[in-house]
Nanobody
Framework: QVQLLESGGGLVQAGGSLRLSCTAS????????MGWFRQAPGKERELVAI???????NYAESVKGRFTISRDAAKTTVFLQMNSLKAEDTADYYC????????????????WGQGTQVTVSS
């Protein structure tokens, strides 16, 4: 079972930048996509950005033009570069790996990291 570990969160002023990393314990090549989600206090978890195995990326409207998702060549680490941060970006950020159909089980597989906290002060 692949495990995901996020890092890079912290406290930053509005307008600043942070880079989150999600490192997998094994290869994430067989996962169809990797994603970053976030959950603010009292709110539901929401999708921030995803990147497919073919490196196609999609973003939530609220972060388009400010956030960039990418992967390293070894496909073991996924990054989320966050620029022009706003107070409303404050949340716990979670990495997810998703496989639509696992060959061994015939079922989808979703793996979550433990999360990393991002706080943006206004």
């Amino acid at each position: 079972q692949v495990q995901l570990l996020e890092s890079g969160g912290g406290l930053v002023q509005a307008g600043g930048s942070l880079r989150l990393s999600c490192t997998a314990s094994g290869s994430i090549f067989l996962f169809n996509y990797m994603g970053w989600f976030r959950q603010a206090p009292g709110k539901e978890r929401e999708l921030v950005a995803i990147i497919t195995n073919g490196d196609a990326a999609n973003y939530a409207e609220s972060v388009k033009g400010r956030f960039t998702i990418s992967r390293d060549a070894a496909k073991t680490t996924v990054f989320l570069q966050m620029n022009s941060l706003k107070a409303e970006d404050t949340a716990d950020y979670y990495c997810q790996a998703h496989k639509i159909l696992d060959a061994a089980t015939g079922s989808p597989v979703t793996v979550w990291g433990q999360g990393t906290q991002v706080t943006v002060s206004s």
